[in-house]
């Protein structure tokens, strides 16, 4: 099923959060609007936003109140990647330069900076003071878990825990403030609130497995970014962690490649070694379920056209490239 269909119940207010997006561009210094309208162009499902709007939909649901929330997750998530494309020196996202690509390190951690300060201003629109509290905090999180993966980089001793961890502080949490801001801004029960939350949460784990998976079996024109991103920059995600396990040799080419801390040689036979074996089907019996969790959490809504494009977004995040 395409996206489009999936988040047709709040389509037209899809479009609407994605028309006030641009106005962020109308700013008096003319080279910062370019910097943001790059920024902004670059592609991306929306994801957060439609999760954030959905997470209302089954309560109190008012668009006014929901816009600045729905923006302020997609801009937190484009201020993310800036950062983690300068930190990771990548020079394509979405199949285009990055901003630090072409603007150079200086200018992309500055106009991430302008974009967490433009979220702040979006969040503190909602005059709620318990989602105003969820923005520090989700920041914290996925700082934190940028720090963990930068701490862990070529080194072969991770365990499996501290792996789920780390995508649950980098992606999942962002899942997480969207469904439960959307809930709480939606005035949902307090039983609500947790299950959309832990439905954000579960979802966000299993798309960063699948995200995982397609660095080793997808295209670089699918992802807009070279293949084996990850193993070039010594991050072990679950694919690579599994070949460990199942060929633990000294020969083993993700060994070979942390020990040496590089080898593009090294990257190619790891992809070739993964896609000619069982670990790509048991990523994808992981992410499933995790997939699994976070749909078993929405049993409690009623049965309406929401609670199937909730289920329907799931199912699309795990079939992607399966």
Known sequence: MELSEIYKPVQEDLAAVQAELKTICQVENPYLGELLEYSLIGGGKKIRPILALLSAKSYNYNLDILMPIAMAVELMHLATLMHDDTI??????????????LWGTEQAVLLGDYLFAQTGELVARTNNLRVIKLLPLTLMIITSGEIAQSQSAFKLKQARKNYLHRIASKTAALF????????????????GI????????????AFQIVDDIL???????????PVGSDLSQGTLTLPAMLLLEHYPGEDNPVRQ??????????????????????????CFEIATDYRNRAC????????????RSLHELADFIINRRR
């Open 88 to 101: 990771d020196n990548s020079a394509m996202r979405w199949g285009r330069p990055t901003v630090n690509k």
């Open 176 to 191: 997480v403030m969207a469904t439960e801001s959307g809930a709480i801004l939606g005035e949902a029960p307090e039983e």
């Open 194 to 205: 947790e299950m959309m939350r832990e439905y954000g949460h579960n979802l966000g784990i």
């Open 215 to 225: 660095d080793f079996i997808g295209t670089e024109e699918e992802m807009g970014k």
């Open 257 to 282: 490649l942390f020990h040496a801390r590089g080898g593009q040689k090294y990257i190619s036979q790891a992809i070739e070694q993964v896609r000619n074996s069982p670990i790509i089907e048991e």
């Open 296 to 307: 078993k959490r929405l049993e409690q809504l009623p049965d309406t056209e929401t609670r």
